[in-house]
């Protein structure tokens, strides 16, 4: 998302509606997990579900004045076939915090 952020702001105007389409396959029978040291999950997170095909739109600056939010609300339908887990806005903001951190 932010690399099509930069994109549109190199070759257009920010009222420019960005669409975002991911399909995950191959889920069904897969666990939740984290490889996050110190982050645990319950291993009872298993999906029953083959695939998950997500989607959004924002402009450029939708998505560097609201990243958060914007992928949070994109990745709920994606947790919530591992046992309806329930996707905190919080793990989202420390994730995107990280990533940042490491390469922004």
């Known amino acids: ?8 702001r190199q070759f257009d105007d920010n009222d420019t509606k ?11 029978g897969r666990r939740l997990d ?3 040291p110190g982050r ?13 095909d997500l989607q959004t739109q924002a402009t ?15 990745l709920i339908p994606l947790y919530e076939r591992f046992a ?3 996707l905190s806005l919080g793990l989202v903001r420390a994730e995107v915090e990280q990533m940042r951190r490491n390469r922004f």
């Not at 960005?18 to 069904?28: F, N, W």
């Not at 450029?60 to 994109?74: G, K, P, T, Y």
């Open 1 to 8: 998302m932010l690399f099509a952020s930069r994109l549109v």
């Open 18 to 28: 960005i669409l975002v389409h991911c399909r995950y396959t191959g889920l069904r």
């Open 34 to 36: 984290c490889l996050t």
């Open 40 to 52: 645990h999950l319950s291993l009872n997170y298993v999906s029953s579900d083959d695939t998950a």
């Open 60 to 74: 450029a600056q939708q998505i560097d004045d609201n990243l958060v939010e914007i992928l949070h609300q994109l």
């Open 84 to 86: 309806f887990f329930e």
